[in-house]
């Protein structure tokens, strides 16, 4: 949509990847476009990508053993999902692809950043984290385990991993066999 402004916003989208969309779209457009206080705009251009990424989302294939990971796993462990996606988008997501039953919670940012849906998760599980696995698709997966004492398994999505030293797994396959060696055959 505004080409002038794209490589702007790439780059500093591909620099706060885990940050809420709110948050960049306001330093687009008040910042790179040179629109501050336009809330207008931020508001319909969060619209606009809001439809489109649902509808991309909900149509996209499933990332290689995911269905079959979240089966194996939702009957043996509390799973939950935690994305900075905001949450009501999230659940329409997570509900348009048939994925709710697997979860034990739905985590969106907003209203919850990663970090505190852990602290969340932690609490409700009365569990310490070194007793929790979270698996991830990013660095700022890796950082919010790190910091929050969890263990960490990570998925290759493409994203560069600079400076982060952890064994990536291609799909959801091999992800699973690296969990059932965690928690055992049983």
Do not use: C, N
């Amino acid at each position: 949509l505004y080409p002038d402004h794209r490589d702007a916003m790439m780059a500093h989208h591909l620099a706060k990847l885990s940050r809420p969309r709110g948050e960049k779209f306001r330093h687009y457009v008040y910042d790179v476009m040179g629109r501050p206080g336009d809330t207008a705009m931020v508001a319909r251009l969060l619209e606009q990508f809001s439809a489109f990424v649902f509808q991309r989302v909900v149509a996209a294939p499933d990332v290689p053993g995911a269905r079959p990971f979240l089966e194996e796993f939702s009957r043996r462990v509390p799973l939950y999902l935690a994305s900075v996606t905001p949450e009501g988008e999230l659940r329409a997501i997570v509900r348009a692809r048939g994925l709710d039953p697997f979860f034990t919670a739905v985590f969106g940012d907003p209203p919850l950043t990663k970090s505190e849906a852990v602290r969340v998760v932690l609490e409700r599980e009365k569990l310490p984290g070194s007793e929790v696995l979270l698996v991830g698709d990013s660095p700022s997966d890796y950082e919010v385990a790190r910091t929050a004492g969890l263990q960490f398994i990570g998925r290759d999505s493409g994203l560069p991993w600079d400076g982060v030293a952890v064994e990536l797994h291609h799909d959801l396959y091999r992800v699973a066999e690296v969990v059932r060696g965690r928690l055992g055959a049983g």
